[in-house]
């Protein structure tokens, strides 16, 4: 059974600075890997999206990585801004029609003006 | 891009009440829809999968008779909470997809049971 986990759990940072946040996951056969924004409250934001071909995907200041064989991914946010403030859910596709998506359970970052 | 319409955003209701939340997939069919649930300050877990036109198959400690899912056309899914209690407070969100295509997420439901 997939499980995804996501490191650190929350993550306060100052205005400007640049960081990374991790997710792993235990079935490396997946068909891709999302990593969506939630603000509290409210739905959720995809952000991301890396095919298990691709290795990286960029937006904007935002840039996803994956290492399949590793079952690893990274989010990396340069010159973090206060409104990137939310939670970051990293969630893998097992491929298949009928396959949900399974959640890590979040990093909860503040960015601090 | 495509668009999956959640509704209503917000129920608060008192103990006892039936809820019916809708999910329609607005311009794409849908031939699968997913039901997530989520807990403050915890991730989604998914409640159960919905194929139009048969039997929702739901996750194991997911009362189906509490949680009565319709899929009756490749464009809406409903979720209904039969007799909501408290306990029963959470924020589902439904998905959309169709064959091997992302899924799209509405935006969610708040249920408040009083």
């Known amino acids: 059974k997939q499980e995804v986990t996501q490191i650190p759990a929350a993550l306060s940072v100052p205005e400007g600075e640049n960081l990374v946040l991790n997710c792993s996951f235990t079935?490396?056969?997946?068909?891709?890997l999302q990593w969506f924004r939630q603000d509290p409250g409210k739905g959720l934001t995809s952000l991301l999206l890396i095919q298990s071909s691709q290795r990286e995907q960029t937006s904007g200041r935002l840039n996803a990585s994956l290492d399949k064989s590793s079952g690893r991914s990274t989010l990396y946010i340069a010159a973090s801004q206060p409104g990137d403030s939310a939670t970051y859910l990293c969630a893998v596709d097992g491929g298949s029609g009928n396959t949900p998506l399974v959640f890590g359970k979040g990093t909860r970052l503040s960015v601090i003006a | 891009g495509a668009v999956v319409s959640q509704h209503p955003s917000r129920v608060i209701c008192k103990s006892g009440t039936s809820v019916k939340i809708e999910c329609r997939s607005l311009d794409f069919q849908a031939t699968t829809m997913f039901w997530y649930r989520q807990f403050p300050k915890q991730s989604l877990m998914l409640m159960a999968t919905?194929?139009?036109?048969?039997?929702?198959?739901?996750e194991q400690g997911v009362e189906k008779d509490k949680f009565l899912i319709n899929h009756a056309s490749l464009t809406l899914s409903t979720l209904t909470v039969t007799s909501a209690h408290p306990e029963d407070s959470s924020f589902y969100i439904c998905s959309a997809k169709t064959g091997s295509q992302p899924q799209h997420f509405g935006d969610g439901t708040r249920l408040s049971i009083l």
């Open positions: 919905s194929n139009e036109g048969s039997k929702a198959t739901y």
């Open positions: 079935d490396s056969a997946i068909y891709n």
